[in-house]
């Protein structure tokens, strides 16, 4: 039986999307760096990728913030639909993703599952299922990033 309820388990979950958030709007890595565990596991709704550095994270952190500024996201809002604890260091759980500009929606929102970890201390999210295909522009800024960075990693061996 999980030693944390479901309400607390929410109120985690809510916690660490609400940090991510605010990280890309403050451009701010090194806060997003502290949400996020490397090497990190996501699937789109066409297949299964994975982010295996930093600098890897950093560069999907970076196009994605910038094409969120670029198109004009105000207001990027993720709700907590639920959450449960597997253990005391293991939740699952799954929240809306909504793009907002200045109040108007610029895309229906998405659903994501997410599992967290307690790593050294820290709720970090260690792997992501997105309700969205790869072409998704949300989900091709990020994995344009993340692959920019790799082939970069790969040249210098």
Not at 107 to 113: A, G, H, I, N, Q
Request: with cysteine; proline share 2%.
């Amino acid at each position: 039986m999980p030693i944390v309820t479901e309400e607390e388990a929410c109120a985690i979950y809510q916690d660490l999307l609400d940090r991510i958030c605010d990280a890309y709007f403050s451009d701010d890595f090194a806060s997003f760096q502290t949400a996020i565990h490397v090497p990190h596991q996501y699937k789109t709704e066409d297949g299964e990728h994975r982010i295996e550095t930093y600098e890897q994270m950093h560069e999907a952190f970076k196009a994605f913030r910038d094409y969120l500024i670029g198109v004009g996201v105000t207001n990027f809002v993720r709700r907590c639909t639920g959450a449960l604890a597997l253990s005391e260091a293991k939740l699952i759980g799954s929240h809306e993703t909504d793009l907002l500009q200045n109040g108007v929606r610029l895309r229906e929102p998405y659903e994501v599952w997410a599992t967290l970890e307690l790593v050294e201390g820290q709720w970090k999210v260690v792997s992501s299922e997105n309700a969205v295909k790869d072409t998704c522009w949300q989900s091709f800024a990020f994995q344009h990033g993340a692959r920019s960075a790799a082939g970069r990693q790969e040249h210098k061996r």
